[in-house]
């Protein structure tokens, strides 16, 4: 009990220390448009993100950016082969993709950080989790003596998942429209072994 007072203790501190030396929280929701050939994989994501900032004058700031963004997947044209009587290679076929960015962020603001266009910068790290699930129906051929030859279905589940955490950078404009409401488009690039994956993010953000 004690160690949590102490945690809510330091928490109440940081908060009241923000709220003195300019800082300002944020909690916004995202849609994040995925670019070349991801874009053929996953559609459109929606997500939700907790930010904060604190003013180092009137036309700079650093910060920092946490959220979660989900995926609707688009489904495989393969899905749609048949055997030769008609019947589909998958009874079943589904998969998700998420990502979770954690991002520093540097703000320009070009009136001043009340109101008005600001350009921004980013760099940090980005999980990117991604999971298939499917239900096949596989062939069998079986022969005996007494009937020749016989072919039949067994259907097979399979699963498989990814996970991986990797080096992200993007850019963009943002515009503060009053003391309250932000909003701020970033093109964001999360690299990755296997090549990159780019995003065009569109954040709206309540201040608190």
């Not at 489904?75 to 290679?89: C, L, M, Q, R, S």
């Not at 980005?126 to 009937?147: A, G, H």
Request: proline letters at 2%; hydrophobic letters at 35%; charged letters at 20%.
């Amino acid at each position: 009990m004690k160690k949590i007072m102490k945690v809510v203790g330091v928490a109440l501190c940081l908060v009241a220390f923000g709220q003195t030396a300019k800082a300002q929280f944020s909690a916004g929701v995202n849609a994040a448009l995925p670019m070349g050939n991801v874009g053929d994989v996953i559609s459109l994501g929606f997500g939700v993100s907790l930010g904060y900032d604190y003013a180092l004058d009137d036309k700079m700031s650093i910060g920092g950016e946490a959220g979660f963004t989900f995926f609707p997947t688009k489904d495989p044209d393969f899905i749609e082969d048949k055997y030769a009587d008609g019947t589909k290679h998958y009874d079943s076929y589904s998969r998700s993709y998420s990502m979770i960015p954690i991002l520093a962020n540097f703000k320009y603001y070009f009136a001043d950080n009340t109101n008005g266009l600001y350009g921004i910068g980013s760099l940090g790290l980005t999980s990117l989790m991604y999971k298939v699930s499917y239900t096949r129906n596989e062939q069998k051929i079986d022969w005996t003596p007494s009937t020749g030859w016989s072919y039949s279905y067994e259907k097979k589940s399979y699963e498989d998942s990814f996970s991986g955490t990797y080096l992200s950078f993007g850019a963009g404009l943002g515009y503060i429209i009053n003391e309250k409401i932000d909003l701020s488009a970033r093109y964001l690039t999360v690299s990755s072994k296997g090549g990159s994956s780019s995003f065009l993010n569109i954040r709206a953000a309540y201040n608190f």
